[in-house]
């Protein structure tokens, strides 16, 4: 069956909604307030009254918000709270919004996908979250009605809340919740919540509006804080020398002149690589500059070139006789292809990409005893205690994680803790003091965990008037899930939605089947921001547009007449076609549609393009969208991140390439590894549409339609030729038009 978002809700327990012993250990405001010292803030007048474990109310009548979800710059630190405010009716002016503790226990996100961990990836924060923390405002509300009630004598059915306050309107009287934070007590038994004390939407005051997101002002005057940032008394600072091929090992080391480097305190060999530990950042990176080692030769990946896996990946695409999982299934696509008038078949290539965030992984470790302390830019708390406890061989509640705002994150640290992995490790040969790891930019790029090559083979069957009567899919590509262990794999069924995912869509196709064949090359991969959508849909979409240039229809009239049965599909191309004027002629340049439905989210995006027949260069001159993520709690801010992923999508389709030789990358910094300048950038219009469905996400769902967006625009200045690698290189071009 067609995998789609299914989101479920539920009444919130005693348990999970209480703060237990203990358990507001962990926290920062944007990293202001290291752990406890936020703990101790919350207790002692900020927060008075903790009706529960996401919400403080002080005695000021400052509201205290925790955020779950890492903050990346893709606002569910603004959003969330503003669910939780909103329902509880917060003065928004009085909230104020901190990072939660790493507790999955209670912060974990309920999304089934997620299995009650908290990690922030996917998309997945908001559809996760949403339905929980209405219950938690409501709650929040409740308990507040309660104390109310209790302090004036009255039942409790009688009150009502305006924002900041609890009302009674028959004796005309208001009290503040700090007010009530300075007097209250949590009352017994604890009120419950369920649907039907949320708020209809006709009553939103904050949800739907453009609430200034709490982040942005501090980025914009320099106090907000990430990983990089962090100063601990006592400090020492690490560098790690890494293998030139992953996987290998130092089997001699030369270390003379990095410990004759002032200010090196230790030189620490590890599984795969030789750390350096020292008084100054300069100290080490110097002492790593002298370092000589001599690694091992056994790495599978000293096989892996770029240019080999292409033919290797493609030949195992097109081979139907290849042990394939099936990733959707629905009738029998191979009969029906096998039966049709006509077949036409296409094949897709994309390189290795990198995630390139702005801010260099870095994670600052201390190990004393038996307790582990972390601060870090990091995804996922949860990912960040396992490796604490595989690397240290402490207990999960001897690890105490600090994440901090993040400068980027694409899936780079979703579910991979190796920078934290290595602090722990130089944390581990100087007991009692805090050791600061900061990668290179070199390190970063040349130790990536980057999306993968991918082969992609589309066969399709038409019967006599072009009509599809089956669509065959198959990807070949390695496993994300796989290198994270068999049972990570096993327990997705088989089915690596990371790298071979998003093949489904909702065009009405009688016959669709997408599979997907496990390649392994000994080669580490990883998710990239839209995961595999990113050449899934480029691979749907271009082949739909050939499609409809054999049966001599507009592109816009054949997607739409295939969308029929889904007006949300209709509504947002029939509104990005009006926006970009999709009819209106361009001399020398063409406009090309992409679209996708994927993680729930429907978008569709257009590009105007013109191409340098001479140099082969694409060039996009505007980029318009319209999304439909069910109820925009933040519009502008949906409308920021699918601008984002448009413009980061562009980057990848046009110019970013990572090549590997026998197992060697070698792009390694800014000057070889090309990304969008800001020259490159065309602008962007984007329309929300806020519908009554259940709110999903909007970080990645821009980056699936841009690519075949370019690649079909250019298609109609080639005269129809088609572009089916990416990225779509000047020369990949010249050699298309050349053919």
Same mark, same amino acid.
């Given at each position: !069956?067609?995998?789609?978002?299914?989101?479920?809700?539920?009444?919130?327990?005693?348990?999970?909604?209480? $703060?237990?012993?203990?358990?507001?250990?962990? %926290?920062?405001?944007?990293?202001?307030?290291?752990? &406890?010292?936020? #703990?101790?803030?919350?207790?002692?007048?900020?927060?008075?009254?903790?009706?529960?474990?996401?919400?403080? /109310?002080?005695?000021?009548? *400052?509201?205290?918000?925790?955020?779950?979800?890492?903050? =990346?710059?893709? %606002?569910?630190?603004?959003?969330?709270?503003?669910?939780?405010?909103?329902? !509880?009716? #917060?003065?928004?002016?009085?909230?104020?919004?901190?990072?939660?503790?790493?507790? +999955?226990?209670?912060?974990?996100?309920?999304?089934?996908? =997620?299995?009650?961990? =908290?990690?922030?990836?996917?998309?997945? #924060?908001?559809?996760?979250?949403?339905?929980?923390?209405?219950?938690?405002?409501?709650?929040?509300?409740?308990?507040?009605?309660?104390?109310?009630?209790?302090?004036?004598?009255? +039942?409790?059915?009688?009150?009502?809340?305006?924002?900041?306050?609890?009302?009674?309107?028959?004796?005309?009287?208001? *009290?503040?919740?700090?007010?009530?934070?300075?007097?209250?007590?949590?009352?017994?038994?604890?009120?419950?919540?369920?649907?039907?004390?949320?708020?209809?939407?006709?009553?939103?005051?904050?949800?739907?509006?453009?609430?200034?997101?709490?982040? @942005?002002?501090?980025?914009?005057?320099?106090?907000?804080?990430?990983?990089?940032?962090?100063?601990? +008394?006592? =400090?020492?600072?690490?560098? /790690?020398?890494? +293998?030139?091929?992953?996987?290998?090992?130092?089997?001699?080391?030369?270390?003379? #002149?990095?410990?004759?480097?002032?200010?090196?305190?230790?030189?620490?060999? @590890?599984?795969?690589?030789?750390?350096? *530990?020292?008084?100054?950042?300069?100290?080490?990176?110097?002492?790593?500059?002298?370092?000589?080692?001599?690694?091992?030769?056994?790495?599978?990946?000293?096989?892996?070139?770029?240019?080999?896996?292409?033919?290797?990946? %493609?030949?195992?695409?097109?081979?139907?006789?290849?042990?394939?999982?099936?990733?959707?299934?629905?009738?029998?696509?191979?009969?029906?292809?096998?039966?049709?008038?006509?077949?036409?078949?296409?094949?897709?290539?994309?390189?290795?990409?990198?995630?390139?965030?702005?801010?260099?992984?870095?994670?600052?470790?201390?190990?004393?005893?038996?307790?582990?302390? *972390?601060?870090?830019?990091?995804?996922?708390?949860?990912?960040? @205690?396992?490796?604490?406890?595989?690397?240290? %061989?402490?207990?999960?509640?001897?690890? $105490?994680?600090?994440?901090?705002?993040?400068?980027?994150?694409?899936?780079?640290?979703?579910?991979?803790?190796?920078?934290?992995?290595?602090?722990?490790?130089?944390?581990?040969?100087?007991?009692? &003091?805090?050791?600061?790891?900061?990668?290179a930019r070199e390190d970063d790029i040349r130790n990536d965990v980057f999306r993968p090559i991918a082969a992609q083979h589309v066969s399709v069957g038409l019967d006599a008037s072009g009509n599809i009567v089956g669509w065959r899919h198959r990807i070949a590509a390695p496993s994300h899930f796989g290198r994270l262990g068999p049972p990570v794999l096993a327990h997705f069924g088989g089915q690596d939605i990371v790298t071979a995912g998003d093949g489904d869509f909702r065009y009405a196709v009688p016959a669709h089947l997408v599979e997907w064949i496990r390649a392994e090359r000994g080669f580490d991969i990883g998710p990239w921001r839209g995961t595999a959508a990113g050449y899934t849909k480029f691979a749907i979409e271009v082949t739909l547009d050939e499609l409809a240039a054999m049966k001599g229809v507009d592109p816009i009239e054949y997607r739409l007449a295939l969308m029929k049965g889904d007006p949300r599909a209709v509504t947002v191309i029939e509104t990005v076609a009006k926006m970009a004027e999709w009819s209106r002629k361009r001399p020398g340049r063409a406009l090309g549609i992409g679209y996708s439905d994927t993680r729930g989210s429907y978008v569709a995006e257009i590009a105007e393009v013109s191409l340098d027949e001479k140099t082969g260069q694409i060039k996009v001159h505007e980029i318009w969208a319209a999304v439909d993520a069910g109820l925009a709690i933040q519009p502008r801010n949906i409308a920021s991140q699918i601008e984002g992923a448009a413009l980061m999508g562009l980057s990848a389709a046009l110019y970013e390439q990572i090549n590997v030789e026998n197992g060697e990358v070698q792009e390694q910094n800014f000057d070889k590894y090309r990304v969008l300048r800001m020259s490159d950038v065309p602008p962007v219009a984007v329309k929300v549409i806020s519908t009554d469905n259940h709110p999903t996400g909007v970080g990645e769902i821009g980056i699936g339609p841009i690519a075949p967006a370019i690649a079909n625009a250019a298609s109609r200045l080639m005269g129809g030729k088609r572009l089916r690698q990416l990225p779509m290189l000047p020369a990949r071009v010249k050699s298309v038009m050349s053919a």
């Open positions: !069956m067609t995998r789609r978002i299914a989101v479920t809700s539920r009444a919130l327990s005693r348990r999970s909604f209480l $703060v237990s012993a203990g358990g507001v250990g962990v %926290g920062v405001a944007f990293g202001a307030l290291p752990g &406890r010292a936020l #703990a101790a803030a919350m207790s002692a007048g900020n927060g008075s009254l903790r009706p529960n474990a996401w919400v403080a /109310i002080g005695r000021n009548g *400052i509201v205290t918000i925790m955020s779950a979800p890492a903050e =990346m710059g893709q %606002g569910t630190m603004t959003a969330l709270p503003v669910v939780v405010a909103e329902e !509880m009716d #917060a003065d928004w002016h009085k909230v104020r919004v901190v990072q939660s503790p790493a507790d +999955p226990k209670i912060y974990g996100n309920p999304f089934p996908f =997620m299995g009650g961990q =908290m990690r922030t990836l996917g998309s997945l #924060a908001i559809a996760g979250y949403y339905d929980q923390l209405r219950l938690v405002g409501a709650q929040t509300r409740k308990v507040l009605i309660a104390c109310a009630a209790a302090e004036w004598g009255v +039942p409790a059915a009688e009150l009502s809340t305006e924002p900041g306050m609890v009302v009674h309107k028959q004796s005309n009287r208001k *009290i503040s919740y700090g007010a009530l934070a300075a007097k209250a007590k949590l009352p017994e038994p604890l009120p419950q919540a369920t649907k039907d004390d949320l708020k209809p939407p006709s009553a939103f005051r904050l949800i739907g509006k453009d609430v200034p997101r709490v982040d @942005i002002s501090l980025k914009v005057n320099g106090s907000a804080k990430y990983g990089l940032d962090v100063e601990l +008394p006592h =400090m020492l600072y690490g560098a /790690i020398l890494y +293998p030139p091929v992953e996987h290998e090992k130092p089997e001699k080391i030369d270390d003379g #002149a990095a410990k004759a480097v002032k200010g090196v305190v230790k030189i620490v060999p @590890i599984a795969n690589g030789v750390g350096i *530990i020292g008084e100054t950042v300069e100290a080490t990176w110097k002492a790593k500059a002298a370092l000589k080692a001599t690694w091992s030769t056994a790495a599978e990946a000293r096989k892996y070139s770029s240019a080999a896996m292409f033919k290797d990946y %493609g030949a195992i695409a097109r081979d139907m006789s290849q042990k394939s999982v099936a990733m959707l299934s629905e009738g029998d696509a191979p009969a029906a292809i096998a039966g049709a008038a006509k077949t036409v078949t296409a094949e897709f290539f994309s390189d290795h990409i990198a995630h390139t965030q702005l801010e260099p992984l870095n994670a600052t470790a201390l190990v004393k005893g038996d307790m582990v302390e *972390i601060w870090a830019s990091n995804q996922s708390p949860s990912a960040s @205690i396992f490796t604490a406890t595989m690397v240290a %061989g402490a207990a999960p509640e001897k690890v $105490v994680v600090h994440s901090y705002l993040l400068g980027g994150g694409f899936g780079r640290t979703s579910d991979d803790a190796d920078h934290i992995g290595y602090a722990i490790m130089l944390a581990k040969a100087v007991p009692g &003091r805090p050791v600061k790891l900061i990668w």
